[in-house]
C-alpha cells in the first residue's frame, strides 16, 4: 500500500473519478471494480480496513445452507457461484472445508436436511442456463456461469459414525452412529480485504484509513465529493469525485441522514448482531467443521480455524452503539450451552481463548420477523444527490454487490465497460516449501505466511531477516511473526495495537488471555512498530493503555472495539 501521508497528499490535491466511503469488504470490492474498469479511484476509511463488519464474520465463504430454510434459493445460487469463483481467484485465502451433519442413538440423518443438501447440489453443479438456472438468476455478462478452478466440491453424502469421528473427533464420546458430510469454504475475511484493496491498488485506486467523512460536497444539489477529517494528523479536506459510493454497511444510513431519511425508496438498516467465541482445538478437537443444532431448526457451525475452534454465530436483533460492539453474556451463554450440549462438555467463559462480536447490515423488511429470518440479499439505491449506496449482503457475494454498484456508474455514464473483477487473481499462491528459510522463524510459521499472504510471504520474510526478534512468534505456540506487526505498519496503514493484533493477525481472537500474559506480547508489538510509526515512550503507553493490557474485558474500548476477553475465576 501506499504510506498513509502519500495516499493522504493525493486524496486531497486531485480529482477522482468515484470517491468510496468505507473501507471494508464491499468498498475494497468496489474499489477494484471501478479502478479495473478504468475509473480513477479514491477510498476513505473512518476507522481501519475491515475494523467492522468485514473481520466479525464466521470465516465462511459458502452458499449459506440455512438460508434454504427460507427459500431464499436466488442467494444460495449466486452465493454458490461466488464461492467457486473465490476458489480460483484466492486460492491461498479461500481454501476448501469439509463439514459434517451428525446423527447419533441410532437413528438416520435428518431427512429435511438431506433435502436440503441435495438441492444444495444440484445449485452448485448446475452448468447449463437450464430451467433452474434462469429461475434462481445467471451471473452478468461476460461471466462463467460456475468458474474454472482446481477444486470442484464433491456432492454430498451419508457417512458411518466412524466417518463422523474421523472428521469431529470431538464427538468421538457422543459415538454418533452416522452422519452426512457437505463442503463449504473457509477464509481469513479480514486478510481478504487487504488483499482485494492492494489489487485496487495495482489498479490506480488511492486509499487510507482513519480519514471520516463529515459531510458530501455538493454542486448544484449533486454530490461531487465528500468532507474529510484526518482522525490521527487533524485537519479537514476534501476528496473531490464525479460520483461518490457509501459502502459503509451497517452505517449506511447516517452518511446523509437528512437526505435518506425523506426517501421513501430508500431501505433502511435493520442491524443484527453475530456472536463467535474461540475454544483451544484440545478443548473441542476438530479435523473438519460441524453444525451444531440449537433447536427450532436453527444451528451454529463449529469450525477449526488457525489452530483454534470457532464457534457461532448468533443471529438477534441489534439497538447499541455500532462503533463499539461487544459479545452479550447472553450470547456467550446461548453459544456455550449449545457447544456443551452437542459436544458433552463442560466448558466455561473462562475456557475461551476470545470472543467477538459484529453487526450485519439487514436490510428492514417493515414486518415484525426476528433478523435471523431477514433476507441478506443486496440493495442498491441511489439518491436525489446522486450518491450512490451499496448494503446488505454477505461476506461471499462481496464481489456481486461490487459489480452491482459499479454497473450503475458505467449505465449513468453511457459507457461500454464490462466488470472484469471475475477473472483478477486476488494475489498471487505460493508453496510455503519455496519460501527462503530464515533464521529463527518456526516452520509453521512458513505455511501460515503462505495462507495469509500468499507471494507477499516473501516480503514479510525479508523483513523477519532483519534482526533475529522479529522472526520469533508474538505469542509462543502460535505462528505470528513480530515481523508481521513491523510489515503491518510499514506497508499496510496499520497504525494502532489493534490493527496489528485484531486484523493484520488474528491474536487477539484467537489467543486473547496469552496476548496479554505475564510477559506481555502487545508490549513487544508497540515496541516493534513504534519505529516505524514514530512512537515515542509516552505514545507506546498510551497505545497499551488503550488495549487495555492485563486481560481485563474490552468490549467496548476504541482501540480494539469487538473483542472480550473472559478471565477464568481466580
Keep these: 500500500m501506499l504510506e498513509r501521508a502519500t495516499a493522504l497528499r493525493s486524496l486531497a490535491a486531485d480529482r477522482f473519478d468515484v470517491v468510496v466511503v468505507g473501507g471494508g469488504i464491499t468498498g475494497a470490492g468496489v474499489a477494484l471494480d471501478a479502478a479495473s474498469r478504468g475509473y480513477s479511484v479514491a477510498l476513505v476509511e473512518k476507522a481501519d480496513f475491515a475494523s467492522g463488519t468485514s473481520s466479525r464474520s464466521s470465516k465462511l465463504v459458502h452458499g449459506g445452507l440455512r438460508y434454504l430454510q427460507n427459500f431464499d434459493l436466488g442467494l444460495v445460487r449466486e452465493a454458490l457461484v461466488e464461492r467457486q469463483l473465490m476458489v480460483a481467484l484466492a486460492p491461498h485465502l479461500v481454501t476448501p472445508l469439509p463439514l459434517v451433519i451428525a446423527a447419533f442413538d441410532g437413528k438416520a440423518p435428518d431427512r429435511v436436511m438431506g433435502a436440503g443438501l441435495n438441492l444444495y447440489d444440484v445449485m452448485t453443479f448446475e452448468r447449463r442456463p437450464g ?13 462463467a456461469l460456475q468458474a474454472p ?94 460520483n461518490v459510493i457509501n459502502a459503509t454497511g451497517v452505517w449506511a444510513d447516517r452518511l446523509r441522514p437528512e437526505e435518506l431519511h425523506d426517501e421513501a425508496e430508500v431501505p433502511r438498516i435493520s442491524p443484527s448482531r453475530g456472536t463467535h467465541v474461540t475454544f483451544r482445538h484440545e478443548d473441542i ?37 455500532l462503533d463499539h460492539i461487544a459479545p452479550a453474556d447472553d450470547d456467550l451463554e446461548y453459544i456455550l450451552e449449545a457447544t456443551n450440549a452437542f459436544f458433552g462438555t463442560d466448558l466455561e467463559v473462562g475456557d475461551m481463548t476470545g470472543a467477538y462480536a459484529g453487526v450485519r447490515p439487514l436490510i428492514s423488511t417493515g414486518d415484525p420477523r426476528k433478523s435471523v429470518d431477514i433476507s441478506r440479499k443486496a440493495e442498491l439505491y441511489e439518491t436525489s444527490s446522486g450518491m450512490v449506496t451499496i448494503t446488505g449482503g454477505k461476506l461471499t457475494t ?173
Design 131 to 143: 430451467r433452474l438456472a434462469r429461475r434462481l438468476g445467471r451471473p452478468g455478462r461476460g461471466e
Design 149 to 242: 478452478s482446481s477444486w470442484s466440491p464433491d456432492r454430498h453424502r451419508s457417512i458411518t459414525g466412524e466417518e463422523v469421528v474421523d472428521h469431529v473427533p470431538a464427538l468421538g464420546p457422543r459415538e454418533p452412529t452416522g452422519g452426512y458430510l457437505f463442503y463449504d469454504c473457509q477464509t481469513d475475511d479480514s486478510r481478504l480485504v487487504l488483499t482485494v484493496l492492494a489489487e485496487a491498488e495495482r489498479y490506480g485506486a488511492v486509499f487510507a484509513n482513519r480519514v471520516e467523512v463529515l459531510e458530501l460536497v455538493e454542486e448544484a444539489g449533486r454530490a461531487v465529493g465528500v468532507k474529510v477529517r484526518d482522525q490521527v494528523g487533524g485537519g479537514e479536506f476534501d476528496v473531490l469525485a464525479d
Design 285 to 321: 478437537p476438530l479435523v473438519s467443521g460441524a453444525i451444531v443444532p440449537v433447536g427450532d431448526g436453527r444451528f451454529l457451525f463449529a469450525l477449526p480455524w488457525q489452530g483454534r475452534t470457532l464457534i457461532g454465530t448468533t443471529d438477534t436483533d441489534y439497538e447499541g452503539d
Design 398 to 570: 462481496w464481489r456481486r454487490m461490487a459489480k452491482m454498484t459499479v454497473d450503475r456508474l458505467v449505465e449513468r455514464d453511457a459507457l461500454d465497460a464490462p466488470c472484469r473483477t471475475h477473472e483478477i487473481p486476488l494475489g498471487e499462491a505460493v508453496d510455503p516449501a519455496e519460501l527462503p528459510r530464515v533464521e529463527g522463524v518456526p516452520e509453521a510459521s512458513y505455511a501460515a505466511l503462505a495462507a495469509r499472504y500468499g507471494h507477499t510471504a516473501h516480503d514479510v520474510l525479508a523483513v523477519a531477516a532483519e534482526r533475529g526478534e522479529l522472526a520469533q512468534p508474538i505469542v509462543d505456540g502460535l505462528p505470528d511473526l513480530l515481523a508481521e506487526a513491523v510489515y503491518s505498519a510499514r506497508a499496510e496503514q496499520a497504525g494502532s495495537l489493534g490493527d496489528v493484533l485484531l486484523r493484520r493477525t488474528r491474536l487477539a481472537l484467537l489467543a486473547a488471555r496469552d496476548v496479554d500474559a505475564a510477559a506481555p506480547a502487545a508490549e513487544r508489538v508497540a515496541r516493534a512498530v513504534a519505529g516505524e510509526l514514530g512512537w515515542d515512550d509516552a505514545r507506546i503507553a498510551a497505545e497499551l493503555q488503550a488495549w487495555g493490557a492485563g486481560g481485563r474485558p474490552r468490549g467496548h474500548r476504541p482501540a480494539t472495539h469487538a473483542v472480550t476477553l473472559p478471565v477464568r475465576p481466580g
